[in-house]
């Protein structure tokens, strides 16, 4: 158990699978604008880092949102970052490991990790996601799954895929 004040206290949960590299704002635009982001949605952002994408979904979406990483200094960072946005009341930063959070709520996932990861994440995305929500992932696609949309805004590719009605054996 880690003692407030100790070495362990800032600690991830484990080595994060990504450096944080934080994502320009015209790209969370346009990431947010792709997948039509609206009032009445529910964004979680899988490595939200500095909670950037979550944060300004809010301000400029008032929707609800909530940031999952696995280290603690972005979650500190992130909640520094929705009181000064004033929108803590609409989003919450977990800490925790995105492979194995519970993110059944979101109706859009916005994603910018590598392909990889993307590819190993799939699967989850299939299974806990409800048919129709937008995932939308910030330079890295999911391999053999295409997506129904792709732009690029500053060099950066940004693509959209809908979780469809047959996902994970749901109707």
Not at 118 to 141: A, C, E, W, Y
């Amino acid at each position: 158990v880690p003692v407030a004040g100790s070495a362990q206290e800032n600690k991830p949960l484990r080595e994060p699978d990504v450096i944080f590299v934080p994502t320009p704002p015209a790209v969370v635009d346009a990431m947010l604008k792709m997948a039509a982001v609206h009032k009445g949605d529910v964004l979680f952002d899988l490595g939200s880092g500095d909670g950037r994408i979550v944060v300004t979904a809010a301000k400029d979406f008032g929707v609800k949102g909530t940031g999952i990483d696995i280290n603690p200094q972005r979650i500190a960072e992130a909640n520094a970052n929705a009181a000064q946005a004033g929108v803590t009341n609409l989003v919450t930063f977990r800490n925790e490991d995105l492979f194995e959070a519970d993110i059944h709520e979101a109706s859009v996932v916005t994603l910018y990790l590598l392909t990889s990861l993307n590819i190993k994440l799939m699967p989850k995305l299939l299974h806990d996601l409800k048919p129709g929500t937008r995932v939308v992932s910030q330079t890295f696609d999911m391999g053999n799954w295409k997506p129904e949309k792709e732009a690029q805004v500053e060099g950066h590719d940004i693509y959209l895929w809908t979780i469809p009605e047959n996902a994970g054996g749901k109707k």
